[in-house]
C-alpha cells in the first residue's frame, strides 16, 4: 500500500470538502450526511460479510440493534461520559456476538445461512419487542454529552470514525485475512489447503461485520433519542444486502455509494412529492439492471474495468524462464519425506483404496499414475487431510499425521493444488501468493514468482488464461516452502508448450526448493520428463513402483492404461 | 390442535420453498407473499360481489401468473446468477411484493370465506374447524404430491435433470426457461391455495400472511432444503409448538424464538461431519 | 482499491449533496414566520402496513374551511402532510425537513406507527410542539412536547376495564394483552392500578400471544378461567380474527368482549354481521361517529365537503386541527414557532363537542390529556353507542 503524497492529497481533499460541508450547510443537511455516514457502516458491514467472505447475512441490522440497545443504556446509566467512547463500547460488545454466531453457523453454507440469519434477527426482534429500548418507557432519549449533543459535532465524529473504520480496513488487507476470504469464498477446500482456518475466518467477518453494525446502532440511538424494533426490522436487513451487493460495497466507495443511496432515494422521492414506496420499486430496477450482467455492483464493476485497462498490455500468461536440465548431481536422498503405509479407503460398500504404501523420498520427484477412477485423487485427498476416515498411516518427516486436520497439515508443510482448478478470481497474483505463503519470507514468494515467470503481481487472475492459472496454483503450493507439494494433474487444460515448460519446471522443484513432489499425472510424457521415480496405481491397488522408465515398461501397467489387448 | 391450522399452512409454503430451492436454485423469500397476493386478489374480487368459484379461480390465476412470470424474468436475463445474486433477487422480490400489497390491499379487515362450509366438531374437547382438518390434510396431500410429480411424471423429472445439469438438459432440447415458469407458477398456485386455506381461520393482514414465511423456512431448514416429508412433519410440529408452548408460563413470551434457536443447535449438530461442502 | 473509484463516487456524492443543498437553501425562504401562510406540519404513515391518511387529511379539511373563512388573522394556514412509510429514518428525515427547511410553527394531525419515539427529542430541541391526531406508541404519550387528542391504548384499555367492572357489572374481567413493543409493562401497570382502584381480581391476565398471532391459546385460557369479561387490545382485523374464533369456540354468549377503539369502524362491523359475531364493546375515544349527535354535524359537513372519509380515527385530525385554530386565534402579536409553543403551553382548558373532557396542553413532562371514552357496541344495526363518557382512572 504506497501512500505516496499525490494519494494522501487526494484522500485528504474529500474529507476536507465534507468537514467544511459539516460546519456550513444547514443543520437537516448535516443530519442527512450523518445519516448517510451510518448507512454506509451498514452497507459495509454487508460488504465485509457477505460479499467479501461470501456468507449471506440477513442479521446485520440485529446487531445494530444490540449496539444501539447497549449505548442506550450506557447513555442513561452514565450520562456524563463522552459519547464517542459509549459508542465504541457498544460496538466493541457486539463483536463477540459476531464472532459467536460465525464460528457456530461455520458448517452451515449459502441459503440454509440465509436462513439461520434470518431466524437469529426474527428471534432477536421478538426478544426486543417483549420490552422497549433503555430510556422509552419513561420518555427519557439519548442526549449525548456536549459537544456531540450539537448537530454538526457529532457528525463530525461519525466521520472520524467512518474514516478510522477505513484505515483500519485498510490495514487489515495487509494480513492475509482478506485475501483469505477471497479464497474462502470460492473454495473452502482451498483455503484450509492453504493452511487457514475456515471456522476462524468466518468467525472474524462476522466479527467485523458486527462490530461495523454496532457502531452504526450507537449513532443511531443519538440520532432517534428513542429506539424502536421498527428502527431496526429484519426487514431493513434486507434493503440493505441489496443495496449494499447492488452499489458494490466490498469496496468503501460502493458502500459510502449504497449509503447515499439509502438515504437520498426517500429523500427524493418525498421532494418530489412521489410516494415513498416507489423506493423498492427503484431498488428493483436498479438490482436487475446491475446483477444480471453478473460481474458485482456498481463500484465492483468499475474497479474491474480499471484493472482491465490498466492491465490491457500487459504480460498475461507465465513464461517460465528456460531451465537448464540440471545434471543429476541432485541425486535424491534415500531418507523419506512422506510416507504412506497401508492406506485403505471404503466408502459404504466399496474399497476404493486397498492397502495403499507409498514413499516420497526427500528431493525427489515421484509420479503417481493410473487410469481413470484409480483412486489417486482420493490418495492425495487422504494424505492432505480432507478424508474424514480412512485406515493407514501417513507419516511426515518421521511425524505421523493421522487425526490431523486439513488446515494443520497444511501448515505442517504439506502443500496441494486440485484436480477441478480453483481460480480465485478476486485476487491479484501477489494476493494470491501472499495468502498461499502464510508466514513465508517475501523473498521467497518472489523467488517463486520468478522461477515460473508469472506475470506481474498486480495482475488480477481473472485476466490470466487458464494456463497460468494452473501454472499459478502450483507456484502457490510451493510459495509457503512445504516440505513436499502434491500436485494433482498440473497439466491438465495446458497446450503442448506450456505442459512441456511446466514439466521442466516441476522436475527442478527439489533442488531448487528444496522440496519433494507427489505428482499425479496422465500425460505420460510429461511424467518422463518431470519425475524420477513413479508408482502405478489401478483400481486402488499399486501393480507398480519404481523408476519411471522401468515402471513405464512393465506389460501390467501398459495394458491398464490401454485395456489388455494392446499389450505390444 | 390449535396451531395445526399454522402448521399446516407452514408445511404448504415450506414445501413449496424446498421445491422451488432444488429446481431453480433460488430461495424465494416472497413465496408467501405470492400466496397472499392470490388470496386477497380472491377476497377483494368476493368484495366486489363474484361468486366464491370464480373468485378463488382468478386469485390462483392471478399468483400463478405473477409467479410464473419473475421466473420468466429470472431465466431469460439472469443465467447462471452466483449465490449471492440469487438472494439478493429474492430479497428485492420479497420487498416488492410487500409494497405492492400494502398499496392493493392496505390493513382492512375483510370477508375471508371459507372454501368449506364452516361447522365445527368436537375433537378432545377443544372445537375444530372443519377447515383445520382439510388444511392438514391438504399439506400431505400436496407433499406426497409433488414428490410422485416430481419422481414419476416427464416433467417432473425434466425438472429434476435441469437442476443438476442444466446444460445438458438444454442440450437435449428441452426447454429449460419453460420449465422454469412452470415451477414457479405451480408454486405460487399451491401458495395461495395454503392462504386461502388458512386465512378463513384468522384472518390475517397481508403483511401477517406474507411474514408466514419466517417459520416455514425454518421447517425447510430442518428438512435440509431436500426433504419434503421432513419438512412437512416440521412445519406441523412448529405449529403445534407454538400453540401448545404458550401453556407454559416461562416458555410462552419466548416460543416464536425458541424454533430459531432450536434450529440453529440441530443444524450444527447434523453437519458437525460434513466438514467440506458437497459443491465445493 | 481505494484509488479512482473511490475518489470518483466521493467527489460526485459530495457534489451532488451540495447541489441539492444549493437547491434546498433556495427554497427554503428565511424567517417566512411572521408573515405569508402559517406553515403546519405533519408527519404521518399514509404508506406502509396500517396507513392513516385520512388523519392529516381531515386536518387539512379543516384548514380549507378556515382559509376559506379569511384565515387567521387574515394568514391562511398552510398544511405540510408527509410520510414516513411506518419507517424511523423517513419519520425522523421528515420532521426534521419540516422544522429546519419549511420552518412549520407546530406539528398537528400527525398520525403514525413511528414518528414519536424518533422525533420527541427534536421537537423538545427546537421548541416546537405537536398535537398528534392518533398518537400510537407509548412516546407519544410520554414526551413533553407532545400532546395527542386521542386516549392512546392505554388510557382506551383503563375506560374498557373500568366499563366492564363498574358499569357492566362483571367481576371475573379478564384482560387480554396482545403484545406489541413496549406496551406490555405498562399495560400491566395499568391493570394493577385498576384493581387497586375498583377492588376486582382478575382470575387470568394473559399476555402470552403475540400481536398478530393465532390468539386461541389465550381465549380457551380464558375460558378455563371462567372469565365472564374479556378486555383484549386488538387493531381491525386482529379484532375481526378475534371474535371469529371466539364464535368457533363457542364462547360468544356469556362473556362479555370488549377491545380498544381501533374496532370501532364501518368495515368491522359489518364483517362482525357477516361473520355473525356480534356483541363486541369497543371504545370511542371521540363522540361516536355513529349516533345521529348533532354535534357531529360539523365535522360530517367539514369532511363530506373534503370528500375525506369519515371514520373515528378522522376525528382525531379534525379534533387536533380544531384546536390549533383555537389556540392560533388567542394569540396576540405575531404566530411564530415560539409564541405557538408557549402558547400551547401555557393555554388554558379548550372544550370541544367531540371530546369527553376538555383539552390543555401543559407543560408538564408528558402529555395525555384525553382520558375519557364512550362505550359503543356492535349490533344488527351497526354500532350502537351504549354508555356515556367513562373515565379510567
Not at chain 1, 443530519?31 to 465485509?48: E, H, P, Q
Not at chain 1, 463500547?89 to 445461512?113: S, Y
Not at chain 2, 377447515?131 to 416430481?150: E, H, P, Q, S
Not at chain 3, 379569511?70 to 428525515?93: M, N, T
Request: glycine share 10%.
Amino acid at each position: 500500500m504506497r501512500l505516496g503524497k499525490r494519494s494522501l492529497l487526494v484522500w485528504i481533499l474529500p474529507v476536507a470538502v465534507a468537514v467544511a460541508l459539516g460546519f456550513t450547510l444547514p443543520v437537516y443537511w448535516v443530519y442527512i450526511m450523518t445519516a448517510v455516514v451510518i448507512s454506509t457502516l451498514i452497507a459495509r458491514s454487508v460488504g465485509f460479510v457477505s460479499i467479501q467472505a461470501g456468507l449471506i447475512s440477513l442479521c446485520q441490522m440485529s446487531f445494530a440493534a444490540i449496539g444501539g440497545w447497549i449505548v442506550s443504556w450506557l447513555a442513561l446509566e452514565l450520562p456524563g461520559v463522552a459519547f464517542p467512547l459509549l459508542v465504541l463500547i457498544g460496538g466493541l460488545a457486539v463483536l463477540p456476538v459476531g464472532w459467536i454466531l460465525g464460528f457456530v453457523t461455520a458448517r452451515i453454507r449459502g441459503a440454509e445461512l440465509a436462513v439461520v440469519t434470518l431466524g437469529f434477527a426474527a428471534a432477536l426482534d421478538l426478544i426486543l419487542r417483549q420490552g422497549s429500548f433503555p430510556g422509552v418507557s419513561t420518555g427519557t432519549p439519548v442526549t449525548p454529552a456536549a459537544p456531540f449533543d450539537d448537530s454538526r459535532w457529532f457528525f463530525l465524529f461519525a466521520l472520524i470514525l467512518l474514516l478510522a473504520l477505513q484505515s483500519g480496513s485498510l490495514l487489515l488487507r495487509r494480513t492475509s485475512l482478506v485475501s483469505g476470504w477471497a479464497t474462502m469464498r470460492v473454495s473452502e477446500k482451498s483455503a484450509a489447503a492453504m493452511g487457514l482456518k475456515v471456522p476462524m475466518m468466518k468467525a472474524s467477518a462476522f466479527a467485523i461485520g458486527a462490530l461495523f453494525s454496532g457502531l452504526a446502532g450507537g449513532l443511531l440511538a443519538a440520532q432517534y433519542g428513542l429506539l424502536t424494533t421498527a428502527a431496526f426490522s429484519p426487514l431493513s436487513s434486507f434493503g440493505y444486502l441489496a443495496t449494499a451487493v447492488l452499489c458494490g460495497a466490498s469496496f468503501f466507495g460502493g458502500a459510502v455509494l449504497a449509503g447515499f443511496v439509502a438515504v437520498l432515494v426517500p429523500e427524493i422521492l418525498g421532494r418530489l412529492g412521489l410516494p415513498l414506496d416507489l423506493g423498492p420499486g427503484l431498488l428493483a430496477l436498479g438490482a436487475f439492471d446491475v446483477l444480471r450482467r453478473g460481474n458485482g455492483g456498481i463500484v465492483e464493476r468499475l474497479v474491474s474495468r480499471l484493472q482491465d485497462r490498466r492491465f490491457r498490455d500487459a504480460q498475461r500468461t507465465s513464461i517460465p524462464p528456460a531451465q537448464e536440465k540440471r545434471t543429476d548431481g541432485t541425486r535424491p536422498s534415500l531418507n523419506p519425506t512422506l510416507e504412506i503405509t497401508g492406506l485403505s479407503v471404503t466408502m459404504g460398500q466399496q474399497l476404493l483404496l486397498d492397502s495403499v504404501s507409498l514413499t516420497v523420498r526427500e528431493g525427489e520427484v515421484h509420479a503417481l499414475i493410473g487410469p481413470n477412477g484409480a483412486g489417486k485423487s482420493l490418495l492425495i485427498d487422504a494424505v492432505s487431510g480432507f478424508l474424514p476416515r480412512y485406515d493407514g498411516n501417513v507419516v511426515l518427516d518421521g511425524v505421523t499425521l493421522n487425526g490431523v486436520r486439513a488446515y494443520a497439515r497444511a501448515r505442517r508443510g504439506i502443500r496441494r493444488t486440485f484436480q477441478e482448478s480453483k481460480s480465485i478470481e478476486g485476487l491479484s497474483v501477489d494476493e494470491f501468493l501472499r495468502v498461499s505463503a502464510g508466514t513465508a519470507r517475501r523473498g521467497h514468494i518472489d523467488k517463486v514468482r520468478d522461477y515460473f515467470g508469472l506475470p506481474d503481481g498486480l495482475i488480477p487472475i481473472r485476466l490470466l488464461d487458464v494456463g497460468s492459472r494452473r501454472v499459478l496454483e502450483v507456484a502457490g503450493a510451493l510459495a509457503s516452502q512445504p516440505r513436499v507439494v502434491l500436485l494433482d494433474e498440473p497439466a491438465s487444460g495446458l497446450p503442448e508448450q506450456e505442459s512441456s515448460a511446466l514439466a521442466e519446471c516441476i522436475r527442478d522443484i527439489p533442488a531448487v526448493f528444496g522440496c519433494s513432489v507427489l505428482l499425479v499425472e496422465h500425460d505420460i510424457g510429461f511424467v518422463k520428463r518431470a519425475a524420477a521415480r513413479a508408482t502405478v496405481v489401478n483400481a486402488g491397488r499399486i501393480i507398480s513402483s519404481g523408476l519411471v522408465a522401468d515402471v513405464l515398461a512393465q506389460p501390467e501397467v501398459v495394458s491398464s492404461f490401454l485395456g489388455k489387448r494392446a499389450t505390444s | 390442535m390449535a396451531g395445526l391450522v399454522s402448521g399446516a399452512a407452514y408445511a404448504i409454503v415450506a414445501v413449496c420453498v424446498v421445491v422451488l430451492y432444488r429446481l431453480v436454485g433460488v430461495l424465494n423469500f416472497s413465496q408467501a407473499a405470492l400466496g397472499a397476493f392470490g388470496a386477497y386478489a380472491c377476497y377483494s374480487l368476493v368484495d366486489a360481489n363474484f361468486p366464491l368459484g370464480l373468485a378463488v379461480i382468478t386469485g390462483l390465476a392471478l399468483a400463478a401468473g405473477i409467479a410464473g412470470f419473475v421466473g420468466w424474468v429470472l431465466s431469460r436475463w439472469f443465467a447462471n446468477p452466483t449465490v449471492l445474486v440469487r438472494s439478493v433477487i429474492s430479497a428485492v422480490l420479497f420487498l416488492l411484493m410487500l409494497t405492492a400489497g400494502f398499496r392493493l390491499f392496505g390493513d382492512s379487515p375483510r370477508a375471508m370465506p371459507s372454501l368449506v362450509s364452516d361447522t365445527t366438531i368436537d375433537v378432545a374437547g377443544v372445537r375444530v374447524n372443519v377447515g383445520t382438518i382439510l388444511a392438514v390434510v391438504t399439506a400431505l396431500i400436496i407433499a406426497t404430491g409433488l414428490t410422485l410429480v416430481l419422481r414419476y411424471t416427464q416433467v417432473g423429472l425434466r425438472m429434476q435433470a435441469m437442476s443438476e445439469r442444466p446444460v445438458t438438459v438444454a442440450l437435449l432440447g428441452i426447454n429449460t426457461r419453460r420449465l422454469t415458469v412452470v415451477a414457479w407458477a405451480m408454486t405460487g398456485l399451491l401458495s395461495t391455495l395454503a392462504m386461502l386455506l388458512i386465512a378463513p381461520t384468522r384472518n390475517p393482514t397481508f403483511e401477517s400472511m406474507s411474514f408466514l414465511i419466517v417459520p416455514a423456512l425454518a421447517a425447510a431448514l430442518v428438512g435440509s432444503f431436500s426433504n419434503v416429508w421432513v419438512t412437512t412433519l416440521a412445519a406441523l410440529l412448529i405449529g403445534a409448538f407454538e400453540g401448545g408452548a404458550s401453556r407454559v408460563e416461562w416458555l410462552a413470551n419466548y416460543r416464536g424464538a425458541l424454533p430459531a434457536v432450536i434450529i440453529i443447535l440441530t443444524l450444527t449438530w447434523m453437519r458437525r461431519r460434513e466438514v467440506w461442502d458437497a459443491v465445493r | 482499491m481505494f484509488s479512482s473509484p473511490t475518489k470518483s463516487v466521493l467527489f460526485v456524492s459530495a457534489m451532488s449533496v451540495v447541489l441539492i443543498a444549493l437547491s434546498g437553501c433556495a427554497s427554503a425562504t428565511p424567517d417566512a414566520s411572521a408573515e405569508g401562510p402559517i406553515k403546519i406540519g405533519a408527519v404521518s404513515s399514509i404508506t406502509g402496513p396500517a396507513p392513516f391518511p385520512e388523519v392529516p387529511a381531515a386536518a387539512q379539511a379543516v384548514f380549507d374551511r378556515v382559509n376559506a373563512d379569511g384565515g387567521i388573522h387574515g394568514r391562511q394556514i398552510e398544511l405540510l402532510s408527509k410520510d414516513d412509510g411506518a419507517d424511523p429514518a423517513q419519520a425522523s428525515q421528515a420532521a426534521r425537513r419540516l422544522i429546519d427547511e419549511d420552518q412549520v410553527v407546530a406539528f398537528v394531525g400527525s398520525a403514525s406507527l413511528v414518528e414519536c419515539s424518533v422525533n420527541a427529542t427534536v421537537y423538545a430541541q427546537q421548541g416546537v410542539v405537536s398535537v398528534p391526531g392518533i398518537g400510537v406508541e407509548p412516546a407519544c404519550f410520554a414526551s413533553a412536547n407532545i400532546a395527542p387528542v386521542n386516549n392512546g391504548t392505554i388510557q382506551g384499555f383503563s375506560s374498557l376495564l373500568f366499563y366492564a367492572s363498574e358499569v357492566l357489572g362483571d367481576t371475573k374481567v379478564c384482560p387480554i394483552i396482545l403484545k406489541s413493543p413496549g406496551l406490555t409493562e405498562p399495560y400491566l401497570e395499568l391493570i394493577a392500578r385498576w384493581q387497586e382502584t375498583t377492588g376486582s381480581k382478575s382470575p387470568l391476565v394473559d399476555t402470552t400471544v403475540n400481536f398478530g398471532d393465532d390468539p386461541t391459546p389465550a381465549i380457551l385460557a380464558a375460558r378455563d378461567a371462567g372469565c365472564d369479561a374479556v378486555v383484549f387490545n386488538a387493531n381491525e382485523p386482529i379484532a375481526v380474527a378475534f371474535m371469529n374464533t371466539v364464535k368457533q369456540q363457542g364462547l360468544l354468549d356469556g362473556v362479555d368482549w370488549l377491545t380498544l377503539t381501533s374496532a370501532y369502524s364501518e368495515s368491522v362491523v359489518s364483517q362482525l354481521q357477516s361473520q355473525g359475531t356480534l356483541g363486541l364493546y369497543a371504545n370511542s375515544e371521540f363522540l361516536p361517529f355513529s349516533s345521529d349527535d348533532s354535534r357531529l354535524d360539523s365535522w360530517r359537513s367539514t369532511l363530506t365537503q373534503a370528500k375525506v372519509p369519515l371514520t373515528s380515527l378522522s376525528m382525531g385530525g379534525f379534533v387536533s386541527a380544531e384546536i390549533l385554530v383555537e389556540v392560533l386565534k388567542g394569540i396576540d402579536g405575531p404566530i411564530t414557532r415560539e409564541s405557538v409553543t408557549t402558547a400551547f403551553k401555557n393555554m388554558s382548558e379548550v372544550t370541544h363537542p367531540l371530546l369527553g373532557m376538555p383539552f390543555v396542553f401543559g407543560s408538564d413532562t408528558s402529555h395525555n390529556p384525553n382520558r375519557a371514552s364512550q362505550m359503543v357496541q356492535a349490533t344488527e344495526s351497526g354500532w350502537v353507542t351504549v354508555s356515556d363518557w367513562v373515565v379510567g382512572q
